[in-house]
């Protein structure tokens, strides 16, 4: 469907920062959920953090709360993931991802739940801290 691009993360320390971008193929994406997923050796992928483009709510699992933040471009096709005071745990391979959101919720629910709608994914990025 829409490609995806992703920047590529990076190996940093405990502490440091990274921030990813995620660029779709066209624009006015309203009704649309974007984010990021990531996925630890031998589990499946998990939510992040994922934005609403028509309205730009935000919603982040736990253990990233207060230390990363999604947002979007004005042209609501590119989506930034700023990872701050990464931890070790926060090592993984990370994917964007754009699915269907009608309203809000939709892009709740598909953070919370991976088989949410049909999806498209851009290429693995793999961030390290150690």
């Known amino acids: 469907h829409v490609p995806l691009v992703a920047s590529w993360g990076g190996s940093v320390q405990p502490g440091g920062s990274l921030k990813l971008s995620c660029v779709a193929s066209?624009?006015?994406?309203?009704?649309?959920?974007m984010g990021w997923f990531r996925q630890f050796p031998g589990k499946e992928r998990e939510g992040v953090a994922t934005i609403y483009l028509g309205g730009g709510n935000t919603y982040y699992t736990d253990s990233v709360k207060g230390r990363f933040i999604i947002y979007q471009n004005d042209a609501r096709n590119t989506v930034y993931l700023q990872m701050n005071n990464l931890r070790p745990e926060d090592t993984a391979m990370y994917f964007c991802?754009?699915?269907?959101?009608?309203?809000?919720?939709?892009?709740?629910?598909?953070?919370?739940?991976?088989?949410?709608?049909?999806?498209?994914w851009g290429q693995g990025t793999q961030v390290t801290v150690s």
């Open positions: 066209e624009r006015g994406l309203n009704r649309n959920c």
């Open positions: 991802a754009k699915f269907l959101g009608l309203v809000n919720y939709d892009c709740y629910s598909g953070l919370r739940d991976i088989s949410k709608g049909p999806r498209d």
